[in-house]
């Protein structure tokens, strides 16, 4: 038994209280503080994290000496105000969930203080340990060539239910491509190892949430469209997004494509949305395709059960805090994901907003 690393958490809804999940099942850890104004998501959190003091306010957990680092998992539009109030309180090593803000008029302050924080900063972006996303970026380079075209679709089920219904608002969100895709433009710089120059998008709200209404306020997320970015060096890639299309037997598929060949992985959605009567759940795939010889190659990349039960991400949480967790122990020098990460993966889904908004490119 080595020394027990202690987590403070930030917000316990659904995806904190996956987060407690998943920190359950690493060794000699314990959740010992937690911050959560909802009554109901207290409740919850209690039975997961039966150890755990309940702290009056940010700054209690914070300043509390039984808490080693921290993990903010509150709304979205609470993640600016709270990583400048950590910094001023007591900077520990800081595990922010995506995104990192929603307001382009916090980015100042923001970056200032990153530049000054004396702990990690690690970024949420636990999409790059889906299993079969880790087997794709481990061979991409080889079975490409060196990416030239690359595809994101995802075709998934609508927003779920939040607290206070959060999520159905531009405002508190980001908008949609900045809270649900900025995974999929960080991956995008992840494999093609540019920036982006340019975005352009086409986008609508079609058919979810429309009936919906919160204070005499309609909802105004996105909940379908396609988003092409232009990189440097000449590379381009493109999202396809629909929240409407949940029937689908794979969530997520990528595409990434090279003069040598094609690589594709495919990911189930979460398995408790899989119906019991179809059996057992997809397995994640991943298809090589060489272009000569031409010899396509499909493999399975099965996900240990347990972490699928601990949570709706493939089992990526729990490779992400692991990694986390050897940053904090400082067996690991640097977050895999850093706060320029976050911010540009940020700036992307904001620039594809825009675009959708006015019908015009976007320039990075």
């Given at each position: 038994?080595g ?14 209280q996956?987060h ?5 099942l ?7 503080a ?54 001023a ?18 980015i100042?302050?923001?970056?200032a ?6 702990a ?24 490409t ?47 093609i ?27 105004d ?17 493109m ?21 040598a060949g094609k690589?594709?992985?495919f990911?189930?959605g ?31 990349v ?63």
């Open positions: 038994m020394q027990t690393t202690r987590y403070g958490l930030i917000g316990c809804g659904m995806m904190g996956e407690l999940k998943n920190i359950a690493l060794p000699d850890t314990a959740v010992t937690i911050f959560e104004p909802d009554a109901a998501m207290r409740a919850t959190a209690a039975e997961i994290a039966p150890q755990a003091r309940f702290a009056d306010s940010l700054e209690d957990l914070v300043r509390d000496d039984a808490v080693d680092c921290l993990v903010v998992t509150s709304p979205n539009h609470c993640h600016a105000a709270q990583m400048t109030q950590i910094a309180a007591r900077p520990l090593p800081l595990l922010m969930e995506k995104p990192l803000l929603t307001d382009p008029a916090d100042p302050a923001l970056t203080c990153a530049a000054t924080y004396p990690p900063i690690w970024v949420a972006m636990e999409y790059r340990y889906m299993p079969p996303i880790a087997a794709l970026l481990d061979e991409v380079e080889q079975v060539g060196g990416i030239k075209m690359l595809t994101i679709r995802e075709h998934r089920f609508p927003f779920l239910n939040k607290v206070g219904n959060w999520n159905r608002f531009n405002a508190q969100t980001g908008g949609t491509f900045v809270e649900k895709c900025c995974h999929f433009f960080d991956l995008m710089r992840l494999m190892k540019m920036e982006p120059i340019r975005v352009m998008a086409s986008a609508a709200q079609s058919v979810n949430h429309l009936d919906e209404c919160y204070d005499g306020a309609g909802p997320i996105l909940d379908n469209g396609f988003v092409i970015v232009d990189f440097e060096g000449g590379a381009r890639a999202l396809e997004l629909c929240m409407f299309a949940e029937g689908a037997r794979y969530q997520e598929t990528i595409a990434a494509m090279g003069p690589i594709e992985a990911v189930p979460p398995t408790r949305f899989w119906p019991d009567d179809l059996g057992p759940a997809p397995t994640p795939m991943v298809e090589i395709s060489p272009r000569n010889p031409k010899r396509p190659q499909l493999r399975a099965p996900v240990d059960p347990d972490l699928l039960a601990a949570g709706d991400h493939n089992g990526s949480t729990f490779y992400q805090h692991q990694r986390f967790l050897d940053v904090v122990r400082g067996n690991l020098t640097t977050p895999d994901v850093s706060f320029d990460d976050g911010l540009r993966a940020v700036q992307m889904g904001q620039a594809a907003q825009e675009s959708a908004r006015t019908g015009q490119a976007i320039l990075l």
